[in-house]
């Protein structure tokens, strides 16, 4: 839950601070375009590079890497001094918020493995909570301190939640028992068996992390920009950007309890595409005023994510199909939607009203629908393929009680013609 609640300040504690940042740091449309991708891209890369890793390296080594790498991310670009500096270290706060986003999935189902839907919906909750806090407390925290304290003060809560972990790797002997338990997969089959790039399940996953995250990402860039273009305040382009997050928050708590129980859960990611799509309309066409409404109808949308998230584990039987799944999809899907932040801002032009930018969105929401579709059906990563190992059998052991030297259990002879059956 700590890890939760450190992985998305990074994200959000930016965009309403543009104004005063680029007082310091020059960020025109272009670089303010790249900042936004960064997320993204960061995730895409932790995806791929996280599925070799989870070979040979323990979750929570993995983990404790990812903490690391994004309070030092966090730390160094409130110190940047230019603007190559800032988008390096943010580069690096997005690497290690992107091997969190891989290694959560598996880490539920080691040590949680009958309780992932509620544990899901806890974990997507705290990440809403933090980009709203983050997102809410951005302005006055910079008219107090100055933006650097403001960008900088979310690193503590990333190394406070270091140190349950730093805990649980002290004690050896917990980390070997979880390691042999049941629910550690101690019946999984090869990785290198899952392929989840010959599945429609893995570019199923991929398609609908790409359509969602495009999306909220580009929100999280460039809400508070489209808001002040009509006419709202700084400040309450900020509170709007915060109130956009937080509404993750009731969805998040909802969605995974209820996809985990339904075979076919197609018509809660639909739902959710739909609420995009309407908020969307109302912030471009509707009067000013009502934009309130329409982000929250748009916040709702946020919903997607809890889908994508809970789906790895509903597709997978095993932690290894999981921690392979959740690499490749999170992988692929976060490569795609890197472009959505980018291109919101290269597509618009002054007196457009944002038009051209909410088109290419709309064109996202069909990727995530069409990627819903493809995992739609029941069934599992693991069964598309060979997955015993060649020459290998997959069988039960039995005890063996011929060698038994207990007393007390007693041994049938074999019935033969004319005698008595004698037991010892």
């Known amino acids: 839950m700590l890890v939760a609640f450190s992985a998305r ?5 930016v965009s309403p601070l543009l104004d005063p940042i680029s007082g310091d740091l020059p960020l025109d449309a272009v670089t303010t375009g790249i900042l936004g991708m960064l997320p993204t891209a960061g995730f895409a890369a932790m995806g791929f590079l996280a599925m070799p890793l989870l070979r040979r390296i323990q979750l929570e080594h993995l983990l404790l890497v990812s903490i690391l790498l994004t309070t030092l991310g966090q730390v160094g670009r409130a110190l940047g001094w230019n603007t190559p500096t800032f ?54 925290l910079a008219d107090l301190y100055g933006w650097r304290f ?17 805990i649980v790797l002290a004690g050896k002997r917990t980390v070997a028992r979880s390691t042999t338990s049941p629910a550690n997969d101690g019946r999984s089959r090869p990785t290198n068996a899952i392929k ?6 893995g570019w199923g996953v991929a398609l609908v992390f790409a359509g969602c995250s495009s999306n909220t990402f580009a929100a999280l860039t460039w809400l508070p920009a489209v808001l002040i273009d009509r006419g709202m305040s700084q400040g309450t382009a900020g509170s709007m950007l915060a109130l956009y997050s937080i509404l993750a928050l009731p969805v998040a708590l909802v969605v995974p309890l209820v996809v985990v129980r339904m075979p076919r859960p197609l018509p809660v990611a639909i739902l959710f595409v739909v609420a995009f799509a309407i908020g969307y309309g109302g912030i471009i066409f509707a009067p000013p005023a009502s934009a309130v409404v329409w982000v929250v109808i748009a916040g709702l949308g946020q919903g997607v994510y809890s889908y994508a998230f809970t789906m790895i584990n509903k597709r997978t039987r095993t932690q290894s199909g999981s921690g392979i799944l959740s690499g490749f999809a999170q992988g692929v899907g976060y490569a795609l939607a890197s472009v959505g932040p980018f291109l919101f801002g290269l597509l618009h032009h002054p007196g457009d009203g944002w038009q051209p930018s909410f088109v290419m969105l709309g064109a ?22 060979q997955l015993a190992q060649p020459g290998t059998k997959e069988t039960t052991a039995e005890p063996d009680c011929s060698r038994s030297t207990s007393r007390n259990i007693p041994r049938r002879k074999r019935r033969t013609p004319g005698k008595k059956i004698r037991t010892e």
Do not use: C
């Not at 300040?9 to 504690?13: I, K, L, Y």
């Not at 806890?122 to 302005?139: D, M, R």
């Not at 989840?196 to 399940?201: D, G, L, N």
């Open 364 to 385: 996202w929401l069909l990727v995530l629908s069409a990627g819903a579709v493809m995992v739609n059906k029941p069934r599992f990563l693991e069964d598309a393929f």
């Open 150 to 166: 403001s960008v900088g003060i979310w690193a503590a809560f990333s190394a406070v939640a270091a140190v349950p972990w730093l």
């Open 9 to 13: 300040e990074a994200v959000s504690a």
């Open 87 to 140: 988008l390096v270290f943010t580069w690096v706060a997005m690497l290690g918020i992107g091997l969190v986003n891989v290694v959560v999935p598996p880490l539920l189902v080691k040590y949680f493995p009958d309780k992932i839907g509620i544990l899901a919906a806890l974990h997507v909750t705290l990440l809403g909570v933090s980009t709203a806090v983050a997102a809410q407390s951005a302005i006055p």
């Open 196 to 201: 989840p790039w010959r599945s429609s399940i």
